[in-house]
Nanobody, 115 residues
Framework: QVQLVESGGGVVHTGGSLRLSCEYSGSFFSNAIMRWYRQAPGEQREVVAI???????NYPDSVKGRFTIASDNAKSMVYLQMNGLKPEDTGVYYC?????????WGQGTQVTVSS
């Protein structure tokens, strides 16, 4: 069983930065595929970053160059560094783990970017 707990959300002005954290409790963290998603009000959840067990990362064009995903295997943590934040980045940010054929979600953390 895996549990994910996100933290680090808050309210920032346009152009500001935030660092989100996702604490992974459970086994096989080093084998997990980790993703960050966000969900704006009234919108579908969308992926904003992925990191594979190899360390490879990928981002959609909407956040490329502004967001960086990283993992720390020793601490079983995944981070999302968000720079140059825009009002359209507002939403609830979720951490998702895919490991051993199962999918797990965290409870989310709210990010609000004011103009």
């Amino acid at each position: 069983q895996v549990q994910l707990v996100e933290s680090g959300g808050g309210v920032v002005h346009t152009g500001g930065s935030l660092r989100l954290s996702c604490e992974y409790s459970g086994s096989f963290f080093s084998n997990a595929i980790m993703r960050w998603y966000r969900q704006a009000p009234g919108e579908q959840r969308e992926v904003v970053a992925i990191i594979l067990s190899s360390g490879s990362t990928n981002y959609p064009d909407s956040v490329k160059g502004r967001f960086t995903i990283a993992s720390d295997n020793a601490k079983s943590m995944v981070y999302l560094q968000m720079n140059g934040l825009k009002p359209e980045d507002t939403g609830v940010y979720y951490c998702k783990a895919m490991v051993s054929g199962r999918t797990y979600w965290g409870q989310g953390t709210q990010v609000t970017v004011s103009s």
